[in-house]
């Protein structure tokens, strides 16, 4: 037996030898990676699958780490060489799971997600393979967690932007900054933060624009046209502003159509040429100066002009924008063609002005049927010679009144005034005199209560002054004045008790106290002579309640990010307390995360 175990151990001597130069042999003649490719696995030796293999490791990728563990995976468990193989195995799978966390942290969480599941486990040695088989699990479900949360964090943004709500989005951008991923909180904040500073500047483009176009000529909307191009696609508010651009293009028309109706067909054609191809709105451009002409032409409805204007009307194509408004006209100018004469006819009857001749034109323009194209213009005619009939008849009674109110006479003057019925047109402006004359024998009565209101409440009695100016009734034209003057000072009063009320709640130094002063001195409006004081004590009872939310944070963060959102959005430390709620619920995370309690 002893000879045996001496033969062994000379045996097992002469294989360590051996191996140790067949090692250092290897040293000397090293495969490079070409020659790796080129290996024939069955005759290839462990210590050079196994130099390969981290050949192909070395490069630090997916595929090289995959062919490295598959290149020395079959090794046998008893070989000399299994203890390193397994220590490289765990190496490179390790490895693996790096380049798939890099992956997610640039932001590719589909391809993190591939690459941990391609780590070959089953390669791994059975304590290696379900400790790494849980460290996977683990690390892909919390990838998923942080982008379920970036991305609802997203989708919070979007909306946001999608309501041009610029501070709500800045406040949902800063809570990516501590989801736990590179690429949310740099890249993705980035793009965000870019998109709110470039809706802000555009928005005060967009509002300039139109502050700009509402002047309603036609240089200002080209330069109101000029200053929304400087939105880029890129910008939250692109809809917005291709919207913009074509109603600027229809506001130029519609300033051409106005030129038009004023019978200013140059000025109009002019305009209507100034539309900018940017707008999307030129083609209908052009096809109203076509149309201009020939509603121009038409304005004299004669037969030769109706002819003219409908030959001009047809050479607008069917898939122009006016081709339904060419052909309404053209229908009726069609149809206006037999009733020239009948409106040309009563003009001639109404040009002397008697009003025996106006009431015959009036009788004559109405045989025009309602349904045909000419109706129009006569109405207006028949409206226009009705008006001029009506004052005819109604001027002198007005005169008259006038006269009654000269002389003193209020009462004769409005009685007189009044016969004059609603339906005619001097009905407006005699009621305005009736108005007036009466508001004139109100006045008389109602001056001396409203002064005497006044003083009693410049002597400080409020409520003397509000029943006094209560007298005054809603038929008196110092009935608003007199109104005016009691809300002045009920508001005066309840302002008073608010700010009151708030300096009470506050006076008891809590949270909950300096919280309920703020809302109750928020109800002050803002052109009450109070307003300045309010604010002035609304700002430092919000640094109050910073103070104690500071004071709060190290024992209770809950508690301190609630008190701390009571601040209200007014105050100039709105800012610094979103930053310490930001803090302190990254903080609060952490410590979950920790099992810490809050």
Same mark, same amino acid.
């Given at each position: 037996?002893?000879?045996?175990?001496?033969?062994?151990?000379?045996?097992?001597?002469?294989?360590?030898?051996?191996?140790?130069?067949?090692?250092?042999?290897?040293?000397?003649?090293?495969?490079?990676?070409?020659?790796?490719?080129?290996?024939?696995?069955?005759?290839?030796?462990?210590?050079?699958?196994?130099?390969?293999?981290?050949?192909?490791?070395?490069?630090?990728?997916?595929?090289?780490?995959?062919?490295? !563990?598959?290149?020395?995976?079959?090794?046998?468990?008893?070989?000399?060489?299994?203890?390193?193989?397994?220590?490289?195995?765990?190496?490179?799978?390790?490895?693996?799971?790096?380049?798939?966390?890099?992956?997610?942290?640039?932001?590719?969480?589909?391809?993190?997600?591939?690459?941990?599941?391609?780590?070959?486990?089953?390669?791994?040695?059975?304590?290696?393979?379900?400790?790494?088989?849980?460290?996977?699990?683990?690390r892909v479900d919390g990838w998923q967690k942080i982008w379920d949360e970036a991305t609802a964090i997203a989708a919070a943004i979007e909306r946001e932007l999608d309501q041009l709500r610029w501070g709500p989005a800045f406040q949902q951008i800063t809570r990516l900054l501590g989801v736990g991923n590179r690429y949310w909180e740099t890249t993705r904040y980035q793009e965000y933060a870019k998109a709110i500073q470039l809706g802000r500047q555009d928005s005060s483009k967009v509002e300039r624009a139109q502050g700009i176009a509402a002047r309603d000529?036609?240089?200002?909307?080209?330069?109101?046209?000029?200053?929304?191009?400087?939105?880029?696609?890129?910008?939250?508010?692109?809809?917005?502003?291709?919207?913009?651009?074509?109603?600027?293009?229809?506001?130029?028309?519609?300033?051409?159509?106005?030129?038009?109706?004023?019978?200013?067909?140059?000025?109009?054609?002019?305009?209507?040429?100034?539309?900018?191809?940017?707008?999307?709105?030129?083609?209908?451009?052009?096809?109203?100066?076509?149309?201009?002409?020939?509603?121009?032409?038409?304005?004299?409805?004669?037969?030769?002009?109706?002819?003219?204007?409908?030959?001009?009307?047809?050479?607008?194509?069917?898939?122009?924008?006016?081709?339904?408004?060419?052909?309404?006209?053209?229908?009726?100018?069609?149809?206006?063609?037999?009733?020239?004469?009948?409106?040309?006819?009563?003009?001639?009857?109404?040009?002397?002005?008697?009003?025996?001749?106006?009431?015959?034109?009036?009788?004559?323009?109405?045989?025009?049927?309602?349904?045909?194209?000419?109706?129009?213009?006569?109405?207006?005619?028949?409206?226009?010679?009705?008006?001029?009939?009506?004052?005819?008849?109604?001027?002198?009674?007005?005169?008259?009144?006038?006269?009654?109110?000269?002389?003193?006479?209020?009462?004769?003057?409005?009685?007189?005034?009044?016969?004059?019925?609603?339906?005619?047109?001097?009905?407006?402006?005699?009621?305005?005199?009736?108005?007036?004359?009466?508001?004139?024998?109100?006045?008389?009565?109602?001056?001396?209560?409203?002064?005497?209101?006044?003083?009693?409440?410049?002597?400080?009695? !409020?409520?003397?002054?509000?029943?006094?100016?209560?007298?005054?009734?809603?038929?008196?034209?110092?009935?608003?004045?007199?109104?005016?003057?009691?809300?002045?000072?009920?508001?005066?009063?309840?302002?008073?008790?608010?700010?009151?009320?708030?300096?009470?709640?506050?006076?008891?130094?809590?949270?909950?106290?300096?919280?309920?002063?703020?809302?109750?001195?928020?109800?002050?409006?803002?052109?009450?002579?109070?307003?300045?004081?309010?604010?002035?004590? !609304?700002?430092?009872?919000?640094?109050?309640?910073?103070?104690?939310?500071?004071?709060?944070?190290?024992?209770?963060?809950?508690?301190?990010?609630?008190?701390?959102?009571?601040?209200? !959005?007014?105050?100039?430390?709105?800012?610094?307390?979103?930053?310490?709620?930001?803090?302190?619920?990254?903080?609060?995370?952490?410590?979950?995360?920790?099992?810490?309690?809050?």
């Amino acid at each position: 037996m002893a000879s045996r175990a001496l033969l062994g151990g000379l045996f097992l001597g002469l294989l360590i030898v051996g191996s140790g130069l067949v090692a250092a042999a290897m040293l000397f003649k090293l495969p490079d990676e070409a020659n790796c490719r080129t290996l024939f696995l069955p005759t290839t030796t462990a210590s050079r699958r196994l130099y390969c293999a981290q050949v192909y490791a070395d490069r630090n990728t997916v595929d090289g780490l995959l062919e490295a !563990i598959e290149l020395v995976r079959e090794l046998p468990a008893d070989h000399a060489l299994r203890p390193e193989v397994d220590r490289q195995l765990e190496l490179w799978a390790q490895a693996l799971l790096d380049l798939a966390e890099t992956d997610f942290q640039a932001g590719d969480l589909d391809q993190a997600i591939q690459t941990a599941e391609r780590i070959p486990l089953s390669a791994l040695p059975d304590g290696i393979r379900s400790r790494l088989a849980i460290l996977i699990a683990d690390r892909v479900d919390g990838w998923q967690k942080i982008w379920d949360e970036a991305t609802a964090i997203a989708a919070a943004i979007e909306r946001e932007l999608d309501q041009l709500r610029w501070g709500p989005a800045f406040q949902q951008i800063t809570r990516l900054l501590g989801v736990g991923n590179r690429y949310w909180e740099t890249t993705r904040y980035q793009e965000y933060a870019k998109a709110i500073q470039l809706g802000r500047q555009d928005s005060s483009k967009v509002e300039r624009a139109q502050g700009i176009a509402a002047r309603d000529d036609v240089e200002s909307v080209l330069e109101a046209i000029k200053l929304i191009q400087e939105v880029g696609l890129a910008s939250p508010l692109r809809i917005r502003a291709q919207t913009l651009l074509r109603e600027f293009g229809q506001q130029i028309i519609d300033i051409a159509d106005r030129q038009l109706e004023a019978d200013d067909l140059t000025g109009a054609i002019a305009t209507a040429r100034k539309v900018p191809t940017v707008t999307g709105m030129k083609p209908k451009a052009n096809d109203f100066v076509v149309l201009a002409r020939a509603r121009y032409t038409a304005r004299r409805p004669t037969a030769t002009n109706l002819e003219a204007a409908i030959a001009q009307a047809r050479s607008i194509e069917f898939n122009s924008p006016l081709y339904g408004d060419a052909q309404s006209w053209i229908a009726r100018w069609q149809d206006g063609l037999g009733q020239v004469a009948i409106l040309e006819r009563a003009r001639s009857l109404a040009s002397s002005g008697e009003a025996e001749d106006l009431r015959l034109a009036i009788a004559t323009a109405r045989e025009i049927p309602t349904s045909n194209a000419l109706w129009e213009r006569a109405e207006g005619e028949i409206e226009r010679w009705s008006v001029q009939l009506d004052t005819t008849q109604d001027r002198p009674i007005l005169g008259r009144a006038r006269e009654l109110a000269d002389q003193g006479e209020l009462e004769a003057a409005i009685a007189t005034a009044s016969q004059i019925v609603s339906s005619r047109p001097l009905y407006s402006e005699a009621q305005r005199q009736i108005v007036q004359w009466q508001g004139s024998i109100a006045r008389q009565g109602d001056t001396p209560i409203l002064a005497r209101a006044r003083g009693l409440a410049d002597s400080g009695n !409020i409520n003397a002054a509000i029943a006094a100016a209560e007298e005054i009734p809603d038929s008196s034209p110092l009935y608003t004045e007199a109104q005016a003057a009691i809300a002045d000072w009920v508001g005066q009063t309840q302002d008073q008790q608010d700010l009151d009320e708030a300096y009470n709640l506050a006076s008891y130094g809590t949270a909950e106290g300096f919280d309920a002063a703020i809302q109750s001195a928020s109800t002050i409006s803002s052109g009450s002579y109070l307003a300045e004081e309010s604010a002035r004590a !609304i700002e430092l009872w919000s640094r109050s309640l910073l103070s104690i939310a500071t004071e709060r944070a190290s024992n209770d963060l809950a508690t301190a990010i609630d008190i701390a959102r009571r601040i209200p !959005i007014t105050s100039d430390i709105y800012a610094t307390a979103q930053l310490q709620i930001t803090n302190w619920e990254a903080q609060l995370r952490v410590n979950a995360d920790r099992g810490v309690q809050p």
